[in-house]
């Protein structure tokens, strides 16, 4: 069964760096999602990208996030300064051109920011 | 704008036990709704999906029916093993291409 693949699995890196996490989505889905889980909480939805760019954003979604599909097949999500509040599971997710389709999301990447 | 409302956990059920999970949902348009499970360490799976009223969801003994009227989608299991616990995370879609909203997640423990 395809699966959507997110590396790494868990990164920790120090407050006020940079960090970029990457998925692979199914290869024919079209629509491509980031949430996160703060831990214990409920899975809130950051972005969604489709034609090679961003269809919705939420709150969460400032100026310190952004997504890329450098090459057709990765999606990243950058963080440009972390900090300690960003500290959680953050989930990718595609979906196939089927409206009434649900989403496949990935394992997850655990990211902790100390 | 969209919501899904579900019961607080955790749960706590003996095996074999029947299980209810309730969920309720506001939505402007007209939503396909989801359970999603999520076993410990793991990432979200989706466990069933119903995407029109009346529809009924299964899978691995789950069900859910879609209740328009009630504005409902209750997650039932009527028989609960240890491998069943996780959090369940109830769904919705709205019409189009809105994203997926989920519910708080509700934990559920299974003892033997």
């Known amino acids: 069964e395809p699966e959507v693949t997110q590396t790494p699995s868990h990164q920790v890196t120090q407050m006020g760096q940079e960090v970029i996490l990457r998925c692979v989505p199914i290869?024919?889905?079209?629509?491509f999602y980031w949430y996160r889980q703060i831990l214990g909480q409920k899975v809130e939805f950051l972005v969604s990208f489709y034609n090679n760019e961003i269809s919705e954003k939420s709150e969460i979604f400032d100026d310190q996030f952004s997504v890329e599909r450098p090459d057709g097949s990765n999606f990243t999500l950058k963080i440009r300064s972390t900090k300690l509040e960003d500290s959680a599971m953050y989930f990718c997710?595609?979906?196939?051109?089927?409206?009434?389709?649900?989403?496949?999301f990935g394992s997850g990447t655990r990211l902790t920011v100390v | 704008g969209d919501s899904v409302t579900q019961m607080e956990g955790p749960v706590t059920l003996s095996e074999e036990a029947f299980l209810t999970i309730n969920c309720t949902y506001t939505a402007t348009g007209y939503p396909s709704l989801f359970w999603y499970v999520q076993y410990p360490g793991e990432g979200l799976q989706l466990l069933l999906k119903?995407?029109?009223?009346?529809d009924k969801g299964s899978n691995k003994g789950f069900e859910a029916t879609y209740r328009k009227e009630t504005t409902s989608f209750h997650l039932e299991k009527g028989s609960v093993q240890v491998s069943d616990s996780a959090v369940y995370f109830c769904a919705l879609r709205d019409s189009g291409n809105t994203p997926l909203v989920f519910g708080k997640g509700t934990r559920l423990s299974v003892i033997a």
């Open positions: 290869s024919n889905h079209l629509y």
């Open positions: 997710a595609s979906r196939g051109d089927g409206g009434s389709g649900g989403y496949t």
């Open positions: 119903a995407t029109k009223a009346d």
